[in-house]
Nanobody, 127 residues
Framework: QVQLVESGGGLVQAGGSLRLSCAAS????????MAWFRQVQGKEREAVTA????????YYAASVKGRFTISRDNAQNRIYLQMNSLKPEDTAEYYC????????????????????WGQGTQVTVSS
């Protein structure tokens, strides 16, 4: 089991930046590939970005590539999402997710790939 808690969401103007953080507790954090998803009410939850267990590989949705950066600190049991050049269409609830023992480095971008989820943090970008 691993417990995930997101923080860092808020209201920002278009063009601004936010940094989300996800703190993990429980089992060995370095065994988990991690991801950020987002969801707008009434729509499907979509994968935004993911990072492998070591942090050596990252993956991004086309809509955020070049603007968002995922990173992890295995010593601190945290992942981060640096979001720059935010757009109103980035407005959503952002969720941290974890999946264990993914030794093949591909992008696990399905909601069903992840067994553990945080409670979400709201990001609102005003125009």
């Amino acid at each position: 089991q691993v417990q995930l808690v997101e923080s860092g969401g808020g209201l920002v103007q278009a063009g601004g930046s936010l940094r989300l953080s996800c703190a993990a507790s429980g089992r060995a954090f370095s065994r988990f590939a991690m991801a950020w998803f987002r969801q707008v009410q009434g729509k499907e939850r979509e994968a935004v970005t993911a990072i492998n267990m070591s942090g050596s590989r990252t993956y991004y949705a086309a809509s955020v590539k070049g603007r968002f950066t995922i990173s992890r600190d295995n010593a601190q049991n945290r992942i981060y999402l640096q979001m720059n050049s935010l757009k109103p269409e980035d407005t959503a609830e952002y969720y941290c997710a974890a999946t264990e023992g993914r030794y093949i480095d591909i992008w696990y971008n399905l909601r069903s790939d992840y067994a553990y989820w945080g409670q979400g943090t709201q990001v609102t970008v005003s125009s």
